[in-house]
T-cell receptor
Framework: DTEVTQTPKHLVMGMTNKKSLKCEQHMGHRAMYWYKQKAKKPPELMFVYSYEKLSINESVPSRFSPECPNSSLLNLHLHALQPEDSALYLC?????????????FGNGTRLTVT | AQSVTQLGSHVSVSEGALVLLRCNYSSSVPPYLFWYVQYPNQGLQLLLKYTSAATLVKGINGFEAEFKKSETSFHLTKPSAHMSDAAEYFCAVSVRRGAQKLVFGQGTRLTINP
């Protein structure tokens, strides 16, 4: 069983919809991440939160809006997405340290934009 | 800039044969290196990590990797392949300390033939 829980597992949304992806971890990690993974490609970093503050934004379009309400929760708010945004969205968490802390991934939300 | 290159997008071996998945890194500082595995419709799972404590690193499921500075390599091996090893494997390097930025290689799909 994964220790990082993502909901929903699947999401289909139209280009005018607003939806949110949710991620939860209870490992006491203070760094949380959103990655986007297209089919047959490696994960690409989108956002990093450290101690509930946004520390990295990889020039992600504003139609993706992250939120970290507390140390256990991470949300990704979606609005006016494009079909090319269809992908597997992975959440991860880790300790904040010297760079050798492994990331723990959830099983992802498979998003389809119609 | 730190990066990793995985040689071979697809590797096919027979059950019981040696598994060798290749990863070369580029880094101006001592790297932190990771191998992750991704099974279909799942997130990424850590196999092992190199953090300079030992050059030969043992991981889960019988996998190990050897860090060779002279060759800038961190190849993943398993003496005897099992059908359950069929998956996508990613090598990754941590390029930032603290809330880290993990950069992945392109991935290698491992197929096991009966």
């Amino acid at each position: 069983d994964t220790e990082v829980t993502q909901t929903p597992k699947h999401l289909v949304m139209g280009m005018t919809n607003k939806k949110s992806l949710k991620c939860e971890q209870h490992m006491g990690h203070r760094a949380m991440y959103w990655y986007k993974q297209k089919a047959k490609k490696p994960p690409e970093l989108m956002f990093v939160y450290s101690y509930e503050k946004l520390s990295i934004n990889e020039s992600v379009p504003s139609r993706f809006s992250p939120e970290c309400p507390n140390s256990s929760l991470l949300n990704l708010h979606l609005h006016a997405l494009q079909p090319e945004d269809s992908a597997l969205y992975l959440c991860a968490s880790s300790q904040v340290g010297t760079g050798n802390s492994p990331l723990h991934f959830g099983n992802g939300t498979r998003l389809t934009v119609t | 800039a730190q990066s990793v290159t995985q040689l071979g997008s697809h590797v096919s071996v027979s059950e019981g044969a040696l598994v060798l998945l290749r990863c070369n890194y580029s880094s101006s500082v001592p790297p932190y290196l990771f191998w992750y595995v991704q099974y279909p419709n799942q997130g990424l799972q850590l196999l092992l990590k190199y953090t300079s404590a030992a050059t030969l690193v043992k991981g889960i499921n019988g996998f190990e990797a050897e860090f060779k500075k002279s060759e800038t390599s961190f190849h993943l091996t398993k003496p005897s392949a099992h059908m359950s090893d069929a998956a996508e494997y990613f090598c990754a390097v941590s390029v930032r300390r603290g809330a880290q930025k993990l950069v992945f290689g392109q991935g290698t799909r491992l197929t096991i033939n009966p």
